[in-house]
């Protein structure tokens, strides 16, 4: 089923230089970005993305860290795309995560886990809508859906 997530490239990403690698996993899987912006977390942005962990004792730490520098924030599109998502960046730890996912490959941190990933649908709808207009996505279809999905694919 074709759905939407957020993903956040986080600081610590941008920091080392590895937007364009994290991105590039992604759209090689076969995902569409419907939605693309740098920009700076402000405190308000931080409250309403980790509404979840705002009483939690790691959060003036978590809110220094995503405040420190700027994300990229991007809407990916496609099959699946938020359960996908979600075991290729890996668990939260990176220390923890497995070999072959990006927490995995490029993380040793509990905390600069370089990027975020919507974990449900539900929560893809909420976070999408903190971080981008309905105007700033873009609806559009790549010219290799032949290749990427079988015809009785296309339409589940
Ligand atoms: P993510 O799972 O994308 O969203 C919540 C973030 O909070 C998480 O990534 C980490 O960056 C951070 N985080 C989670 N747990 C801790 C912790 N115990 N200490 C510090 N940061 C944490």
Known sequence: MSQRTLVLLKPDC???RLAGTILARFERKGFRIVGMKLM???PEIAAQHYAEHVSKPFYPNLLKYITSDPVVAVCLEGRDVVS???KMVGVTKGYLAEPGTIRGD???SGQKNLVHASDS??????ETAIFFKPEELVTWKTSDSDYLLSESEKTE
Do not use: M
Request: proline fraction near 6%; glycine fraction near 0%.
């Open 14 to 16: 941008l920091e080392r």
């Open 40 to 42: 700076s977390v402000t």
């Open 84 to 86: 996908v998502v979600r």
């Open 106 to 108: 490029f993380s040793i």
């Open 121 to 126: 649908p539900e929560s893809a709808e909420r």
